[in-house]
């Protein structure tokens, strides 16, 4: 059965002059209008639609994709206010996401942009935004191992740093201190749980760490000198900044892998830059 709200592949029922009739299950057939329908349809083909409510409530399909889908945070902007129903943002999608009154956690303006929680209303079963984001987390305390991956979107910056929501479901906390830029509200970015405290509040990271950081990290300084002819312009005293925007870590990371590298004799520091001693094929762990 289509699932309202979410990404589906539905098969083909038939055609129409309006466009293609959905195998929708117990929800019926549903229109994919002819504007949506790709030149390069192939005969049995199933489509990837998104589903959703057309302004004149009937269950629709787009080829169209959501900045969010039901069961999602998302960054938007405010293009359009109602005096009665809410504020309209701007969702990706022909028809605009309505934020309710009684869903807005401060009143929005046109133009604002905010972090919203998307949800199917269970007494309309229209898809609705929330900026009341507290009521849509799991307060439970999460089974994270220190060190593991998560996806990240930052939503609010706060006086220890930024808070984030963690793989869509989950609220931890970046430290400024361990930052090397600011970051903005709405960015989506992969980091790393440092740890989960006993009362459930997450503590997060831009970056691995130990060697789950530095060894990957080592290759990648390594490829980036055989790819510029042994050489770099980076050292340990490059700037946060500098480091973070091309090598995608922290300044502590990347100094701990130029440790690494020196003391197994693969590079040598120029002051400025470094210097690849071997241009090998190198695996950290393997002595040359």
Sequence with gaps: MAIIGKRNSLAIVRASQPGLYLDGGELGEILLPGCYI???????????????????????????????????????????????AGAFL??????????????????????????????????????????RLNRHLNRETPAYRDGQPVSLMVVAKTTLGYNAIVDNAHLGLLYKSQLAAALKIGQKLKGFIRTVRPNGKIDLSLDATGYKRVAPLTQLIVAALQMSGGKLAFD?????????????????????????????????????????????????????
């Excluded at 409510?53 to 009937?58: A, H, K, M, T, V």
């Excluded at 009154?101 to 269970?122: F, K, N, S, T």
């Excluded at 693969?266 to 241009?279: C, H, M, Q, S, V």
């Design 38 to 84: 790709p030149a390069d349809l192939a005969p049995k083909q199933k489509m990837d639609v998104f589903v959703y409510r057309d302004s004149e409530d009937r269950l629709v399909a787009t080829t169209e994709k959501p900045h969010a889908m039901v069961g999602e945070f998302g960054y938007m902007k405010v293009i359009s206010l109602h005096p009665t």
């Design 90 to 131: 701007d969702w990706g999608l022909s028809k605009d996401l309505l934020v309710p009154y009684r869903e807005q956690e401060i009143p929005l303006r046109v133009g604002d942009w905010a972090v919203v929680y998307v949800a199917l209303d269970a007494q309309t079963n229209r898809i609705l935004a929330s900026t």
């Design 236 to 288: 340990d005293d490059s700037s946060p900044v500098a480091i973070r925007q091309n090598f995608g870590v922290s300044k502590k990371a990347f100094k701990q892998a130029l440790g690494k590298l020196y003391k197994t004799r693969r590079i040598a520091f120029t002051k400025p830059g470094i210097e690849l001693l071997d241009n090998s094929v190198w695996t950290p762990g393997v002595k040359p």
